[in-house]
């Protein structure tokens, strides 16, 4: 929901627990909400609480659902070049996110190379603050790019060569 506020968690969990049920023979992968550290995705303004809030109640309304599907928590806004992204991730991670999730989902837009971005220090701690409070779960890149259509963006060979190498970073 395009600028929309946080959700009626009674009219969230049975609306989660409703489609998980309805598509369990179709989907099996379910990321809770799109980027929301991004005022656009959530008014008034971001907040990692109140997201913990809908992450919690989506994660057991969709295993009632379909209690063999996998619920990531969420693709955040921004590259995490520059920490954008990040410090939201943190502190959801801190509030013990890891428990109403499966996975966690990633959206590390660059500008830069991976190496000069740190693409690999980005996930590592990703996933060491998610082990200081609750776990490691598996990282998902469900975007990821070098933007293409702005000026000065990447033309699309450097982006293809660029996320090959990035690949080879995140595999390890």
């Known amino acids: 929901r395009v600028g929309a506020s946080k959700p009626k968690p009674e ?27 991004n005022p656009v995705f959530w008014k008034p303004k971001p907040d990692p609480q109140e997201y913990m809030d809908v992450l919690k109640l989506a994660y057991e309304a969709a295993k ?32 013990g996110a890891v428990r109403y999730c499966d996975a966690i989902s990633v959206h590390p837009y660059r500008h830069g190379t991976p ?3 740190d693409l690999e220090g980005d ?9 200081r409070n609750g776990g490691r779960r598996p990282l998902w890149f469900t975007e990821w790019s070098w933007p293409t259509q702005i000026p000065g963006g990447s033309s699309e060979e450097r982006q293809a060569r660029l996320l090959a190498r ?3 970073i995140a595999l390890g």
């Not at 996930?123 to 082990?131: G, R």
């Open 123 to 131: 996930l590592h701690h990703i996933v060491e603050v998610a082990e």
């Open 166 to 168: 990035a690949y080879v």
């Open 64 to 95: 009632r659902g379909n209690p063999d599907c996998t619920v990531l928590m969420p693709g955040l806004a921004g590259p995490c070049e520059g920490r954008y992204g990040i410090d939201f991730l943190d502190a959801l991670l801190e509030q």
């Open 11 to 37: 009219a969230w969990a049975a609306y989660v627990e409703g489609v998980v049920r309805e598509y369990r023979d179709v989907i099996q992968h379910w990321e809770i909400w799109n980027e929301p550290n």
């Open 115 to 117: 190496e000069e971005t």
